[in-house]
């Protein structure tokens, strides 16, 4: 059932909290110059970028290398960080930051395509024949009727698992916003189910 994905139990959050101090951990470690600090760290949040880019960015094929941009640019800024948030609230107003300066590198280039496919992106990406899997893709279904900023709140907070707080630092927003719009699209996204399961009608004579 897709239900399932919607609420967020004490026990993940405990999980994701325990984690994201790991992570925070490796990032100031890596900041120090340990290596394998560095590999932790990239590895530990390398998914969350991608899916993070795919759903800010129209264009599936550049989802790798924003990514790699991503954590070049968060290496290198590594000294300057002194883990006041979390790495990943950190590394992931990075990524949105390399996409907002991917698009307006972009701005005078002429495009191959204005679709967005963002759902391609994030599907291509995820291990595939895994419990859950094709529950996860109908949940992108649905994510693809909210409207972005609605969809971008729900995906920080209930997927990728970051504290509202941390979430509104990654997508520059207040708190309270953050909060009203996850709350907009767990209504919206109710709605939505309740309506996808919904017998069909007789069929006309």
């Known amino acids: 059932m897709i239900t399932s994905a919607l609420?967020?139990?004490?026990?993940?959050?405990?999980?994701?909290?325990?984690?994201?101090e790991s992570i925070t951990a490796w990032a100031l470690?890596?900041?120090?110059?340990?290596?394998?600090a560095v590999e932790q760290f990239v590895r530990a949040?390398?998914?969350?970028?991608?899916r993070y880019v795919a759903h800010l960015c129209a264009d599936p094929q550049a989802v790798d290398d924003l990514a790699q941009d991503t954590f070049l640019r968060a290496l290198g800024s590594l000294h300057r960080f002194e883990g006041r948030s979390s790495?990943?609230?950190?590394?992931?107003?990075?990524?949105?930051?390399?996409?907002?300066?991917?698009?307006?590198?972009?701005a005078?280039?002429?495009?191959?395509s204005d679709v967005p496919d963002w759902q391609l992106a994030i599907e291509l990406s995820?291990?595939?024949?895994?419990?859950?899997?094709?529950?996860?893709?109908?949940?992108?279904?649905?994510?693809?009727?909210?409207?972005?900023?609605?969809?971008?709140a729900f995906i920080l907070t209930q997927l990728v698992g970051l504290p509202y707080a941390e979430a509104a630092e990654a997508g520059g927003c207040p708190i309270?916003?953050?909060?009203?719009?996850?709350?907009?699209?767990?209504?919206?996204l109710m709605d939505l189910l309740e309506e996808s399961e919904?017998?069909?009608?007789?069929a006309a004579v």
């Not at 919904?198 to 007789?202: D, L, N, R, S």
């Open 7 to 20: 609420p967020t139990s004490r026990a993940t959050n405990d999980k994701a909290a325990a984690l994201d």
């Open 29 to 36: 470690a890596a900041r120090g110059g340990d290596t394998d």
């Open 45 to 50: 949040l390398q998914r969350d970028v991608q």
């Open 87 to 106: 790495a990943r609230a950190w590394l992931l107003s990075i990524a949105r930051r390399a996409v907002i300066d991917s698009y307006r590198y972009a």
């Open 108 to 112: 005078a280039r002429p495009r191959l």
């Open 126 to 152: 995820q291990p595939r024949d895994l419990p859950g899997f094709d529950d996860g893709i109908a949940l992108l279904d649905l994510l693809a009727a909210l409207p972005e900023e609605r969809r971008e």
């Open 176 to 188: 309270g916003t953050v909060r009203s719009r996850v709350a907009r699209a767990r209504a919206s």
């Open 198 to 202: 919904e017998p069909a009608g007789p």
